[in-house]
């Protein structure tokens, strides 16, 4: 008689967490490359455009994680 394991499953949290610390660290780049502009400063812009890079991150994290999950076992 022969054993066979299950086929692994990734796990969401990882993609969504992967994604939103690399879509953060991008959009703080943008946001500290671009210096104070339109009244704000330095540290709004990095908190703006990294916020705004953690929700691109994570949103593309999961569709990673979809395209992952549905590949044929």
């Known amino acids: 008689m022969t054993s066979q394991r299950p086929a692994r499953t990734p796990r969401l ?3 969504l967490f992967t994604g939103a610390i690399i879509g953060f660290a991008i959009g703080g780049y943008f ?11 330095v540290a709004s812009s990095l ?6 890079g953690i929700f691109i991150g994570g949103l593309l994290g999961a569709i990673v994680y979809l395209i992952a999950d549905r590949r044929p076992r």
């Open 31 to 41: 946001g500290v490359r671009g210096g104070p502009m339109g009244g704000y400063s």
């Open 47 to 52: 908190g703006y455009f990294g916020a705004f």
């Open 13 to 15: 949290v990882p993609f």
